[in-house]
């Protein structure tokens, strides 16, 4: 504001704005344009006061000296200056040459003038010229603009201006005696204009059987205020006669019949017909087809966000905005104003629509019972005459095409279908189920496993609570700010980040400008001016090939402290969905845009596109802390429901009940807190009444948790890795399914080797054996369960040079049912620990990673080591000293480890028999079956065989028992199915046992130690054996 007033003459308007100050830009803007107004009046007043002084002094039929006709206005002076205009007289316009230049200026048709020459102070300093902006002489004597306009009119513009030039008999006459003249309206036939022709019209097109008023967003049309115009303001036309229908004036026998109003303008040198006056639409439309036979360009086209909506069918996207001139009404008597076209590509029996901002830029009243309008001109009221032929033509094409004109405009978000994959993923049927009767179309998901009275009893209770869906972005009220608001707190010692404007390809800024215009519908965003923080929009590519647009708001986000509270654990309610009969998935609408954003950081959320700079008026999802706003929400709206009937993850809710017959009263207890808090569902993603589904990323029903179908299929559709990257991308999905996979650190160990090679990439037959012993595990991953209060669970582990290994599980029916499996890689020092010491190593990583249920339930470790007499006297070892620490806070039980009764559990064991050496090497047991180098030094035996001797098999799968194990190894190579070896049958087991005691004299020895010290390891093995067996 200072820059503005320091930058004024120092005339009236500064000493106003210095003696009082605005508050407001927009208050000095009022001021300067109503002191503008005020300024030309008077000049205009002025003008007028010396035409009449000079009619008076020398008569109105003063014979001009050049021409030697009579003047007929003070605009159709000669110039004074011969080399500018010769002796030619200027062309007899219609309107002050200020008009005709405000005109000029918005069509984009004058050009700055030169400066003018000579000692300002020598000038006339109470003359102004508007269209060099300086002082010394009159706009309407400019001779410069006299000369321009002649320019224009030459090269076709300007029509609209132009007197029409009388014979010399009407020219004598008086006007009451000159043909076609009446004080009321033109003679002529009823629906035709006067006989008088705008001159220089390029054509007349007589073919061709809602949107952004007052603005193109939501800022725009709360500040909105009047376009510029090329005629001069209201204040400064004595357009004060009043309109008055009366019995003097016809009524058409086409009246009775009821027709519309349809007249001619003229536009762009276009005279043009089939003109609708609907004082109902709240927008003025121009179809595509006249605008293209005006001879327009689609780049002179404005982008427009706002739809426009008829009273059927669905909403129409205009191609674009474009203001022009035109002219209602024949001259005389006739007003040429601007006006903003919604261009529509669609079929109609009308070449255009003038709404209610034309009608009243008019100032028009229309009577469709005279089938005419009438509207003030500076030569009186206009009447403009229907044509009631027209009238009827247009109405019978359109009800032969069933097209529907433009009537309003809203704000109403289009319906979106729901996309292949979304949300649910389900064995069971769906249907659908109306929210509200009488609305069929507002439909949701139901399961087909309800019986009917249930689903008649949700049909009720939808209806009951119909509210609570958004089908529209009007639908959401938002969450009140009594209950969440989401402040930055923004650190005010981090100076502001103006991020620079990035550029997008075509395709990705069509697809910003698409998402940002849905935001302003929405009233998420809004515009925003001189922004402190500045950000830019980001695409992301969706698996459906559609792209999501994001804020990257990572300077602000650096800028914001972090809020501490805590997201629950995925795992933890995965786990807590197990038992439960009936789910409801439920998902809000706009998820974070429900929670308002505190008025003082909107401005901080700014971020740039073409269009301009907008800023959130709710909570976005890229902030820093906005999860833990919903997730503190969330908890507090259902603070009573939580883990009882609800389980909620940010904005992913699920509904649980035990039965059927709790199914409607869990339901309605959610209902009822979210119609309280005003917070809405989104209908198109919410399912009712299943027994299973994906929840966070896992399938789950009563029986238990399953991996996602979409993770295993990523993995079972790979092809062979051919370089680091694709090993990456396979190791991350594996990591994915980790919780699923038994042994996953083993099986993924010759992936990680071959991402050491570096550049040198090698894809390894191991690695393929390894890749494709993958695939075949994937295809049977067991589903996991969850311990019941009260239960014990057991764990079993493994242990090898490369990983450890451990599995928690749970017994029901006498069946044992995998909870959790845990792997990982041993590192460092930590592949030169003992065995014993791996062993107790993969107990504290179990118990640190699975702590909830070791809390919560005593747990049995299952074990052939004699892990409790090491833990309760660790003197060996400081580390051993601190593990036994740690593990003294849970209630730990030791039992020897017997027949495995479940199958999937099996793997877990015949994948463990193999630990440490690779094929071909040969290693040392000690006395108590460690695992020992051959140089080590220490008295130890080997047992050497080439690569794989023997398979175990069992009724369903084979797995590979390899006679290079390690004598712990031989204690663990027990497998069965379904809880009793018996059951694979008593002779087949003879015979397995036979083979194997065969293959163990079949292996060669090494004697490394003194035989005093240990027995030989043939020995060993065949104990163990005939123990196992016992």
Known sequence: MTAFINGLHKQKLYTELVEKPPKSVREMLDRAHEKANAEEANRLKSAQERLRDDKRRKGADQVDARTGLGRKSTYDRPPRSRHLGGDKPWTALTAPRTRV??????????????????????????????????????????????????????????GQFIREERSDQQRGRPRSERQGYTRDRPQGPRGRTPKQEVRNLAGVINTIAGGPVGGDSHTARRHNRPPPSGESSNKRLKMYEKIIYGPEDAVPLASNNHEAIVIEVVTCNYKVKKVYIDNGSAIDVLYYKTFKELQLEDRQLIPVRTPLIRFAGPPIRPEGMITLMVTVGASPRCRTVPVNFAVVKEPSSY????????????????????????????????????????????YIATLKGKEKLVAQTTCLEPWEPLEKGERLETDEGLTELPVRLDQPERTVKVGTCLGDSIRDSLQSLLEEYAEIFAWSADDMPGVPTELAVHRLQVDPSVRPVKQ?????????????KGEVGKLLEAKIVKEVYYPTWLANPVLVKKEEKAWRMCVDFTDLNKACPK???????????????????????????????????????????????????????TMPFELKNAGATYQRLVNKLFKNQIDRNLEVYVDDML????????????????????????????????????RSGKFLGYMISKEGVRANPDKIKAIMDMAPPRNIKEVQRLTG?????????????????????????????????????????????????????????????????????GAISAVLVREEDKV????????????????????????????????????????????????DQPLKQILSKPESSGRMVKWAVELSEYDLGYQPRTAIKAQALADFIADGVSFGLNEGETGQTGPDGEVKD???????????????????????????????????????????????????????????????EQAIDAAETQQVGDPAEVAHPKKIAKAELARATA
């Open 816 to 863: 044992q049912k995998p909870v959790y499996y845990v792997s990982r890689a041993l590192q460092g020092v930590e592949t030169r620990y003992s065995a014993i010491e791996r062993y107790v190593l993969a107990l504290v990583h179990v118990a640190r990673k699975l702590r909830t249920y070791f809390q919560a339930h005593p747990v049995v470790v299952m074990t």
């Open 351 to 394: 070449n255009m629509i003038l709404g209610r901002p034309t009608l009243n830029a008019l100032r028009a009243v229309c009577s469709t019972l005279h089938l005419n309008m009438k509207f003030p001109t500076p030569d009186g009221v206009a009447e403009v005459l229907g044509d009631p032929e027209v009238a009827r033509a247009c």
């Open 733 to 801: 999905r594996m990591a994915a399914l980790n919780r699923f996979l038994s042994k996953s650190a083993v099986r993924g160990s010759p992936f990680f080797k071959a991402l050491k090679g570096g550049r040198q990439f090698s894809w390894s037959p191991k690695c393929q054996k390894a890749f494709d012993e993958l695939k075949e595990h994937l295809a049977r991953l067991p589903a996991l369960t969850s311990p019941e209060l009260g239960e014990t669970p057991f764990v079993y582990l493994a242990s090898g040079e």
């Open 655 to 690: 509904v649980k009940s035990r039965t059927q017959d709790q199914f409607i009263s869990d339901l309605r207890e959610i209902f009822e807190v979210l119609r309280s808090s005003r917070m809405r569902l989104n209908p198109k993603k919410c399912t009712f009444g299943v």
């Open 934 to 996: 051959a140089h080590a030094g220490r008295a130890a035996r080997t047992i050497q065989t080439p690569k794989t001797t023997k398979a175990v098999q069992t009724r369903e799968a084979a797995e590979v028992l390899r006679a290079e194990d390690t004598a712990e190894d031989a204690q663990t190579s027990q497998v069965a199915e379904g809880g009793s070896a018996r059951e694979a049958g008593e002779a087949e087991w003879v015979r397995e046992v036979a083979e194997v």
């Open 500 to 512: 620079k404007k990035r550029s997008f390809a075509p395709e990705r800024k069509d697809v910003v």
């Open 101 to 158: 230049l405000a005109v000029m200026e918005q069509e984009g048709l004058s050009r700055p003038p030169r400066p003018l020459g000579g000692d300002k102070s020598r000038r006339d300093q109470g003359l102004y010229c508007v269209y060099h902006r300086d002082v010394g002489h009159d706009t309407e004597d400019c001779c410069y603009l006299k000369k321009d306009i002649e320019k224009l009119i030459k090269r076709g513009h300007l």
């Open 563 to 617: 809020d501490c509270y805590p997201l629950p654990r995925i795992d933890q309610l995965v786990d807590s969905t197990a038992g439960y009969e009936i789910f409801c998935f439920l998902d809000s609408f706009k998820g974070y845009h429900q929670i308002a954003l505190d008025e003082e950081d909107q401005e901080k959320t700014s971020f740039i596109i073409e269009e301009g700079t907008y800023c959130y008026v």
